[in-house]
């Protein structure tokens, strides 16, 4: 299967020394590149694609979009930069904010240091030089004080290893690694594997082309229709007046994401009163309907009535009924990703689309012709893998990072990420991960929380640098206290008790743990503050 992007391998950097060295060019990446450079210190950034943008250089599947609105799904430490650029589309699609990544990269002149087309092998600290030793795909071999890992939650991809992949004589794509010309699907026989968020983006726009669609299911998961709508300029003259305003109330939120969220029990409304609360909020569009009532996401009982509303809403949609019940989830809403669609429901309408159910008997090989299951060969000119990511972890361990005494990261998690702050890792010194394991990054609005990030590691850096330190460590028994509270305020949630990408269910042999910090964006920050004003609490300094 013919995936990724191909081009010039040679990183044409001559000096090997560096402060800081950064793995990625997606936002956090760019940022943090931003930063450094402003303290005068002397960075460089390796990234495997051709451009900047992370995700949004990878991910072109047709339909992709962000779900958290444009206007707060931006950088917010440059007010120029703020009212220079502007967003068409309540939900902006890739192109835009792939253009967007763009912009910021030239405003702020950062490819000038960064290392495209360059992938990096393996990162190992040198006790002796007291230094971080990387070596990228062409055997290169670079040095620096500090490494930071902008390596992106959701950007190694995953690839269920169905037999005879290879076998396949069409077309084979996946969302995460979409080609850059674009695909075009008119007249093609399509068959989609997975009903997650890229596939629910993406299933729409391929229907409208394709000649067959077969969409191969093995969980049901709800969504909100998105509500997309262009930007009136009203609207966006508002948002620019006041944005320091809206940041605020964003920072104030779980999520990092300004929406409205009500407190009260859906338990203690009647049965008009909360249909008409998810009637509205579903009008409205996006993932605030789960902000509806204070404990959906906290009792069975309280979100089973959310969950009914949308189930009667498929139910209402779908035409034929057996369709309608296949699309039904089972599980509770939002305990795997809430997604956002455009006529994901209708598009099963059309005469050119087809599901399948695989929940009970998993797909049984692919073919030379296309995919065979229970008993049925479908046969296809394309195949579309809409299989998601090895989430969290799948990056990092893609490098073979080594801290002290040579000890691989990969084995040191081997149970699952052990993490101070979701920012550090004991054994590992000077090193960061920038929305890593054990941070808010994936609950929240991305891009908040990688500013947050960025400026902790910044101030971190500068702090050291004014106080004599060149080395910081976080103290095991800080990481471990971490751990437990991530753990803690998990449980409390309905989000870990199913087979999500959270939990590392989606792919075979990861350890069942619940990876990103579930307590809150605020709560998360108020705890960043501390450690720093106690003079960076639970952390070893030298
Ligand atoms: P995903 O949510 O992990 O979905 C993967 C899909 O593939 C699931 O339906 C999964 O089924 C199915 N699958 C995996 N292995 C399979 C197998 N062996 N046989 C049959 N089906 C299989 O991945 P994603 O859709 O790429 O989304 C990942 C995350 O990226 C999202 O949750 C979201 O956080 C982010 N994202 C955001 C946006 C946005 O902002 N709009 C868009 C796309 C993605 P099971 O559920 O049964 O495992």
């Keep these: 299967m013919a995936v990724g992007v191909q081009g010039d391998k040679n990183t044409g950097v001559t000096d090997i020394d560096f402060d800081v060295i950064i793995v990625g060019a997606g936002f956090a990446g760019?940022?943090?590149?931003?930063?450094?450079?402003?303290?005068?210190?002397?960075?460089?950034?390796?990234?495997?694609?051709?451009?900047?943008?992370?995700?949004?250089f990878w991910n072109r599947y047709p339909?992709?979009?962000?779900?958290?609105?444009?206007?707060q799904y931006s950088y917010q430490f440059d007010k120029e930069l703020e009212q220079e650029w502007t967003w068409s589309e309540k939900y902006s699609p890739q192109p835009e904010i792939l253009k967007y990544a763009n912009h910021v990269a030239d405003r702020f002149k950062l490819r000038e240091d960064i290392c495209f087309?360059?992938?990096?092998?393996?990162?190992?600290?040198?006790?002796?030089?007291?230094?971080?030793?990387v070596t990228t795909d062409q055997g290169d071999i670079y040095r620096s004080s500090f490494c930071v890992f902008a390596t992106g939650c959701l950007s190694s991809f995953n690839l269920p290893g169905f037999e005879g992949m290879d076998d396949f004589s069409g077309a084979s794509y996946h969302t995460g690694q979409w080609p850059h010309e674009g695909v075009d699907f008119s007249n093609l026989r399509v068959g989609v594997i997975g009903t997650g968020s890229s596939a629910i983006q993406s299933i729409p726009e391929i229907a409208?082309?394709?000649?067959?669609?077969?969409?191969?299911?093995?969980?049901?998961?709800?969504?909100?229709?998105?509500?997309?709508?262009?930007?009136?300029?009203?609207?966006?003259?508002?948002?620019?007046?006041?944005?320091a305003g809206l940041r605020e109330r964003a920072r104030q939120k779980p999520a990092g994401y300004d929406i409205p969220l009500n407190p009260q029990s859906v338990l203690e409304?009647?049965?008009?009163?909360?249909?008409?609360?998810?009637?509205?909020?579903?009008?409205?569009?996006g993932t605030q309907f789960l902000g509806a009532y204070g404990d959906l996401l906290l009792k069975p009982e309280a979100n089973e009535k959310a969950a009914a509303f949308v189930k009667k809403m498929i139910r209402n949609t779908v035409e034929d009924p057996?369709?309608?019940?296949?699309?039904?989830?089972?599980?509770?809403?939002?305990?795997?990703?809430?997604?956002?669609?455009?006529?994901?429901?209708?598009?099963?309408?059309?005469?050119?689309?087809?599901?399948?159910?695989?929940?009970?008997?998993?797909?049984?090989r692919i073919t030379s012709s296309g995919i065979a299951h229970a008993g049925i060969e479908y046969e296809f000119d394309a195949i579309v893998y809409a299989t998601g990511f090895d989430a969290m972890t799948g990056a990092l361990?893609?490098?073979?990072?080594?801290?002290?005494?040579?000890?691989?990261?990969?084995?040191?998690?081997?149970?699952?990420?052990?993490?101070?702050?979701?920012l550090t890792t004991n054994g590992f010194p000077n090193m960061f991960t920038i929305t890593g394991?054990?941070?808010p990054s994936v609950l929240t609005n991305m891009l908040p929380s990688i500013e947050q990030h960025v400026n902790f590691i910044s101030d971190c850096i500068s702090y050291m640098r004014e106080h004599g330190h060149s080395r910081i460590e976080p103290e095991l028994n800080a990481e471990l206290d971490w751990g437990m509270h991530v753990n803690e305020v998990a449980d409390v949630s309905l989000r870990s008790t199913c087979a999500s990408w959270y939990v590392g269910a989606n792919v075979p042999g990861k350890p069942r743990v619940f990876t990103p910090y579930i307590g809150g964006f605020p709560r998360y920050v108020e705890r960043c503050e501390s450690v720093v004003a106690n003079g960076y609490e639970g952390f070893s300094l030298a």
């Excluded at 940022?31 to 995700?55: D, N, P, Q, W």
């Excluded at 339909?63 to 206007?71: H, M, T």
């Excluded at 087309?117 to 030793?133: C, G, H, L």
Aim: aromatic content about 10%; hydrophobic content about 30%; charged content about 30%.
């Design 269 to 285: 409304v009647t049965k008009e009163e909360f249909t008409s609360e998810f009637q509205a909020r579903w009008e409205k569009g």
């Design 437 to 439: 394991p054990g941070s």
């Design 117 to 133: 087309n360059t992938r990096i092998k393996s990162s190992v600290y040198d006790e002796d030089r007291t230094q971080w030793e």
């Design 30 to 56: 760019m940022y943090m590149l931003h930063r450094i450079r402003g303290m005068g210190l002397k960075s460089i950034v390796f990234e495997a694609g051709s451009g900047v943008g992370g995700t949004w």
């Design 63 to 71: 339909g992709a979009r962000c779900d958290v609105e444009s206007v």
């Design 208 to 243: 409208k082309q394709a000649k067959h669609l077969t969409v191969f299911q093995r969980t049901a998961n709800y969504t909100i229709p998105a509500r997309n709508a262009k930007l009136e300029e009203d609207y966006i003259r508002a948002v620019k007046g006041d944005y």
């Design 397 to 422: 361990f893609n490098i073979d990072i080594r801290g002290r005494e040579g000890r691989s990261l990969k084995e040191k998690w081997n149970g699952g990420p052990q993490t101070y702050l979701g």
């Design 322 to 364: 057996k369709v309608a019940e296949l699309l039904c989830p089972t599980n509770i809403i939002g305990c795997k990703r809430l997604c956002v669609d455009t006529d994901y429901y209708k598009t099963y309408n059309r005469p050119n689309v087809k599901l399948v159910d695989v929940s009970q008997i998993p797909i049984d």
